[in-house]
């Protein structure tokens, strides 16, 4: 008996690939953000407002705070998959060639009456 399985093994190196490759260009992307700030900060603040400039680190260092405050802004939400099995959403497409394109006409309707009613 083998102890696993040649496909479990390939999936894994893939995955551990994947991760690593993930986390430098992360951190590739992150350096570059950090070069393009100092850039624009001191392109465009010490002339504005008078401010000093600031070295690479520093606004690599920007980049970092602005992350920690601000957060991701929802990018990492899921996205929900419209034919996921069991939760009803694989009878969009049916729906929406029976009722769904009636239902948006019909409102259509209505809010073109109601505009021209209320001028």
């Known amino acids: 008996m ?3 399985c040649n496909f ?8 551990l690939i994947q991760i690593s490759l ?3 260009l992360s951190v590739f ?7 393009f700030v100092m850039l624009l900060w001191n392109a465009l603040l010490p002339d ?3 401010w000093k400039e600031i070295t690479y680190w520093q606004g690599a260092g920007l980049v970092i705070l602005s ?3 601000f957060g991701s802004h929802g990018y990492h939400k899921t996205e929900t998959n419209p034919k996921a099995e069991g939760t009803g959403d694989q009878y969009y497409e049916q729906w929406w060639e029976k ?3 009636g239902s948006v006409e019909r409102y259509s309707k209505k809010k073109v009456r ?3 009613s209320s001028d």
């Open 67 to 69: 992350r920690l405050l």
């Open 114 to 116: 109601k505009e021209e």
């Open 99 to 101: 009722e769904g394109l």
């Open 22 to 24: 993930g986390l430098i």
């Open 29 to 35: 992307f992150g350096l570059g953000f950090g070069f």
């Open 8 to 15: 479990c093994v390939t999936k894994t190196r893939r995955i």
């Open 2 to 4: 083998h102890g696993q």
């Open 48 to 50: 504005i407002w008078g």
